[in-house]
Each structure stands twice: as structure tokens, then as C-alpha cells.
């Protein structure tokens, strides 16, 4: 949600302005409504009329809000048209909103360019249910048994190994050459979770057509994802889809269907009720999913594991050649316990300075920097102001992860700070969140971290790498590109050599 955008936005309605005078006394007497002058709101910037704050979140609004946390407060708010926002940018405010009033604010706040109404969202979907009812607890219960249980995982170790085989495989085959590092690892990670569903490879390493497809359509999905919607700040306009954005996410989402809904269908006439179970899809089956809630979790389980796994893995690799001193550290590490046994993930926690490297990036860079956005169910009081009904509700766990306060040099990729240290990514410790906490903590999250320990181990034991033409690492450039994910603004490119 940028200035460029949002400029973007209003250009596309101008055309279009004159059929909508009719409404503009309406929108300006909407703005103007006195429902919260009386209530103790968490102070913020000024806003301006109608726009509020939108102007004022720049292109990188976890930068923006962090900056307005120091001058206002750790917890704020913005009024972006008519739609209220508090973020919470400390760790005492983010243990206030995911742990003592994670009941109240655990509703997620939903774009009004989503496919589906709410009841629809609260049958079918993890990540986007509306509320933590109890269908949603079923589900969320039904994944974390049957994928992300300790067992579960233990048993996927065998598929994860022979996914990383895959991937150094095709990296060795471009020794020499500038290899995309974030797309070879996007499409290692998509495709173990496809065969954790549906026992198949859904994309594959070289750029054939149906590869790049794919790709294709998850990159569109999450650009779409991250587009400031008019409708969400003048819900009166909620209906009318000026964008197109909930269109253009319709022609994606059944596009992506497409690409397993065969999958679903083959299965589905060969299911045999109580038979042997393979995968997840067969689970689906068995509990009597329908396809419409088998494709929306299947694809809410690949866009946020794989996106997020990737990112992290680029940004990793992208401190690592920037510390030359650190990069040598953990490759000896890993070296040392790899020429004697191979590398397991059981065997991570004799890795402790890969451990550290991996929570010092997941500090530094959180894959999603604001978290899902949460909404308040009711009125709430946090930190001494109020909260009104549905508040969007924001924690910038990018900005409590830099905060001096808490962290000694925290602009610097120092994973020492964690060697010895009991802080964790499993939401008990609010000055790390990478992951979340609460109700709506990630429940794959330790999927997500055996996958990220793995895959950097791979490439660091298989390869030294530098960057193209002789760069100097030192000179980087890390600067963020702010979406869904966080990403690098220029995507990582390196050149492999295999080691001896």
C-alpha cells in the first residue's frame, strides 16, 4: 500500500468520477460520522479529510508505522478513508493483542475484493476464516494432526531430503551460470507441499510452459493480494469492484484450481472409504470435504508456505555472502557435520550457529511483516485506549524485531545474539513473532523451519557461490520491496560452484 498505488487508484477512478458525484456528499458525510470522536482512540498522525493517512504510509508502510511509533506511541492509529487501523509496533503491545486480548482480536479483517462472504470463508478456509469458530478449530485440528504433528513431520523428513537431491541436482547443471535463487526455491518448496496433498509435482525446475504458468499465476495472486482496494477504505463502495480486483483474483484463483482440480477428480472416483491414506488429499476425502473447501485449503497451504520459505532462504543467503566472516562460520559448521554423518534434519540441533543464522534473518527480515491482519470483534481496551468493533488490527513484528529497546545494534546481522539464548519462533516470546502467536499463530511453523535449516544447508555444504561479474558482496543491495511478503527489491542473483 504505496503513494505510487494508491495514485494508481484514483487515476483509474477518474474516467469514472463524474458517474460517482452522487455519491460524494454521501462519502463526505460518511467520513464525517462522530461514532468514535467520544472514544480514546491510540493517538496517530493527523489525518487528512476523506483520505485520512493513506498518503502517509509511502511505499513502505512497515517503515512508515515504525517511524510514527516513535513519534506517537507503541501502539497507533491511522484512519485510511473511512476504515480504522491500529498497529501495535512494541513487544508490550503485541503481547496485549495476541496473548491478553487475543479472544477479542482474533477475528481476521478481510478485503472486500475476497472471492467469498464471510460465512463461506468461515466453512472452507484456514488462514482467511473470518472467526475462530468451532468448523475452523476442526480444521485447523484436522491439518495439525495430520501435517504438522511431530509425527507428521518426522514422516515427511524422507520427501523434504529427496527435495533438496532434486534441487542440488539442477543448480549443479548450471554451475557457472547466474542462477534466480528465490525461484529454484520457490518451486522446491511448492512442489514438496503438492506432494504432501496430492502426491505430485505441480511445477517444474526448468522454465517450460506450465512451469512458468504456474508461477506465473502465484506471483499475479499475491501481486493482486497486495493492491490497495478503494472499496476497503469507503466500504460504501463495497459492491462495485471499481478495480476489478475481485474479478481479475476470481480468473486466478480458478485458474490455479485448474491446474490439481484433475487430481481431486481422479481421486475422488477411486476413494474407498477407511482405505490406506497417502496424503492429505486422501484425508479430505475420507472426512467428506468438498472440492470447493479441498482446493481453497490446498491452495492456502502452498501460497503460504511456499512464498514465505522462499523469501526467507534469499534473504538468508543475501546476509550470509554480505558477511563473509559469518558465511564461513556456518559453512565450516555445517561441513564438519555433514563429512560425518549425513545431514538429517534430527541432527539440526548440532548445527546451533545455523540455528542462530536462520532466527537472526527471521528477525531481521519476518517473511510477513504486519502479520495477517486481525479484526476486533468487539469494542477492546489496549494498552489504556479503545479499540472500536471492527478495528483492523495490525502488529509490525518488522518493527519490535529492530527496536533498540530490545535488541543491542539491531540494524546488524549479528546471529551470536541467539547462541546460548532461549528465544524462540514459537509465539512465547513477543520480541520475536516471526510466526505469530495466539489462536492464529502459523500452524506450520515448524515445517517452515526444518524447510529453511534444509535448504540453506544444501546449498552451503554443495556450493560456494558469488554474486555475477565479480560483484563485491560487501555492496549488496538490500533493500525491501513491501507486499504480502517482504521481499528483496532486486532479486537475488548468484553464480554456484560446485565444492570439491
Not at 495472486?221 to 476497503?232: E, S, Y
Request: aromatic share 8%; proline share 6%; with cysteine.
Amino acid at each position: 500500500m504505496d503513494q505510487t498505488s494508491l495514485t494508481k487508484v484514483f487515476d483509474l477512478l477518474s474516467p469514472r468520477f463524474l458517474l460517482l458525484l452522487p455519491l460524494v456528499f454521501f462519502i463526505l458525510r460518511y467520513i464525517s460520522s462522530p461514532s468514535s470522536k467520544n472514544q480514546s482512540l491510540p493517538p496517530g498522525p493527523k489525518p487528512w479529510p476523506i483520505l485520512g493517512n493513506l498518503l502517509h504510509l509511502g511505499k513502505k508502510p512497515h517503515i512508515s508505522m515504525a517511524s510514527f511509533a516513535t513519534t506517537h506511541g507503541p501502539l497507533i492509529s491511522l484512519k485510511l478513508g473511512k476504515q480504522l487501523l491500529v498497529v501495535g509496533s512494541s513487544k508490550r503491545a503485541a503481547t496485549e493483542i495476541l496473548k491478553s486480548h487475543d479472544r477479542l482480536l482474533s477475528a481476521r479483517y478481510v478485503s472486500k475484493a475476497a472471492l467469498f462472504e464471510s460465512h463461506v470463508l468461515d466453512r472452507i478456509a484456514i488462514v482467511w476464516a473470518t472467526q475462530c469458530s468451532d468448523g475452523w478449530k476442526s480444521l485447523r485440528a484436522l491439518c495439525r494432526n495430520e501435517l504438522f504433528s511431530a509425527a507428521a513431520i518426522e514422516s515427511q523428513a524422507v520427501l523434504r531430503e529427496k527435495k533438496m537431491e532434486e534441487m542440488v541436482e539442477f543448480i549443479g547443471r548450471r554451475e557457472g551460470e547466474v542462477v534466480r535463487i528465490g525461484e529454484v526455491v520457490l518451486a522446491i518448496v511448492f512442489n514438496t507441499i503438492a506432494n504432501l496433498i496430492f502426491s505430485v509435482d505441480l511445477i517444474g525446475l526448468e522454465d517450460d510452459g506450465a512451469a512458468t504458468g504456474l508461477k506465473s499465476l502465484m506471483w499475479r495472486m499475491m501481486k493482486l493480494g497486495a493492491t490497495p482496494n478503494i472499496a476497503d477504505f469507503y466500504p460504501i463502495l463495497g459492491g462495485i469492484d471499481l478495480q476489478g480486483l475481485k474479478r481479475k483474483m476470481a480468473v486466478c484463483v480458478n485458474q490455479m484450481f485448474g491446474v490439481w482440480g484433475k487430481h481431486i477428480k481422479e481421486r475422488r472416483e477411486k476413494h474407498v472409504q477407511d482405505g490406506p491414506r497417502r496424503d492429505f488429499l486422501d484425508v479430505f476425502l475420507a472426512n467428506g470435504f468438498e472440492d470447493l473447501q479441498i482446493n481453497w485449503v490446498a491452495m492456502e497451504l502452498l501460497a503460504a508456505g511456499t512464498d514465505t520459505t522462499a523469501t526467507t532462504v534469499e534473504w538468508a543467503m543475501a546476509e550470509l555472502l554480505k558477511n563473509k566472516q559469518i558465511l564461513e562460520r556456518v559453512s565450516e559448521e555445517i561441513k564438519r557435520e555433514m563429512d560425518t554423518n549425513s545431514l538429517k534434519e534430527s541432527r539440526f540441533s548440532q548445527l546451533p550457529y545455523l540455528n542462530a543464522c536462520v532466527k537472526e534473518t527471521l528477525r531481521l527480515h519476518p517473511p510477513v511483516p504486519f502479520l495477517i491482519p486481525r479484526r476486533a470483534l468487539e469494542n477492546c481496551e489496549v494498552m489504556g485506549y479503545t479499540i472500536p468493533k471492527d478495528s483492523e488490527v495490525i502488529v509490525n513484528v518488522w518493527a519490535v524485531g529492530r527496536d533498540p529497546s530490545l535488541w543491542e545494534d539491531p540494524l546488524s546481522f549479528k546471529p551470536e545474539r541467539f547462541l546460548g539464548s532461549g528465544l524462540d519462533f514459537k509465539g512465547h516470546d513477543y520480541e520475536f513473532l516471526p510466526f505469530g502467536a495466539g489462536r492464529r499463530i502459523c500452524p506450520g511453523l515448524t515445517m517452515a523451519a526444518r524447510q529453511v535449516h534444509l535448504i540453506i544447508a544444501s546449498l552451503l555444504y554443495h556450493f560456494d557461490w558469488s554474486l555475477p561479474n565479480g560483484e563485491d558482496p560487501a555492496m549488496l543491495d538490500m533493500s525491501e520491496k513491501f507486499g504480502i511478503t517482504l521481499q528483496k527489491e532486486h532479486p537475488l542473483l548468484v553464480v554456484p560452484r560446485r565444492r570439491i
